[in-house]
């Protein structure tokens, strides 16, 4: 159970770097229904992190990535009015890369997947958290790449 859980949910995250592109996913579905972020998604009862991301990737945007560093650890928590967590994540973060030159496509979970330079993401009104992380993505992914 999603909402209103008894313990956090883990989830995984994609920051999937081209240059100073990164994906982008429009939410299909709740939370942030309707708003951009990074594509990624909860991670399956015997499935590894690596697994978990690359799958997700797969299934809202068609990608076939490899997974690279821990970019961040963040924790999500929504509340309602009356104080109770209707929602809460711990989301790893991952700096990623595409395998081959498969067109981006969105899916299942994504209403919607694009390419962005890293100067517009105010554009689509990404949460400041997100932008912090794909900021310290770039600067990772100029360290090791």
Same mark, same amino acid.
């Given at each position: 159970?999603?909402?209103?859980?008894?313990?956090?949910?883990?989830?995984?995250?994609?920051?999937?770097?081209?240059?100073?592109?990164?994906?982008?996913?429009?939410?299909?579905?709740?939370?942030?229904?309707?708003?951009?972020?990074?594509?990624?998604?909860?991670?399956?009862?015997?499935?590894?992190?690596?697994? @978990?991301? *690359? /799958?997700? %990737?797969?299934?809202?945007?068609?990608?076939?990535?490899? !997974?690279?560093?821990? =970019?961040?650890? $963040?924790?999500?928590?929504?509340?309602?009015?009356?104080?109770?967590?209707?929602?809460?994540?711990?989301?790893?973060?991952?700096?990623?890369?595409?395998?081959?030159?498969?067109?981006?496509?969105?899916?299942?979970?994504? @209403?919607? *997947? /694009?390419? %962005?330079?890293?100067?517009?993401?105010?554009?689509?009104? !990404?949460?400041?958290? =997100?932008?912090? $992380?794909?900021?310290?993505?770039?600067?990772?992914?100029?360290?090791?790449?």
């Amino acid at each position: 159970m999603r909402s209103f859980p008894d313990r956090p949910v883990v989830g995984v995250g994609a920051v999937i770097l081209d240059g100073d592109r990164v994906v982008l996913v429009k939410r299909g579905q709740p939370p942030l229904q309707g708003e951009w972020s990074l594509p990624g998604g909860v991670v399956e009862l015997g499935e590894t992190l690596e697994d @978990a991301v *690359a /799958r997700e %990737v797969l299934e809202e945007t068609g990608l076939d990535i490899d !997974v690279g560093p821990v =970019v961040e650890v $963040v924790d999500r928590v929504h509340r309602v009015t009356d104080g109770r967590v209707e929602y809460h994540y711990v989301i790893i973060d991952y700096l990623c890369t595409c395998r081959d030159d498969r067109p981006l496509v969105h899916g299942s979970d994504a @209403a919607d *997947a /694009r390419w %962005v330079q890293a100067a517009d993401l105010p554009t689509y009104r !990404v949460t400041a958290r =997100v932008i912090a $992380v794909i900021h310290k993505a770039l600067e990772l992914s100029v360290r090791n790449f």
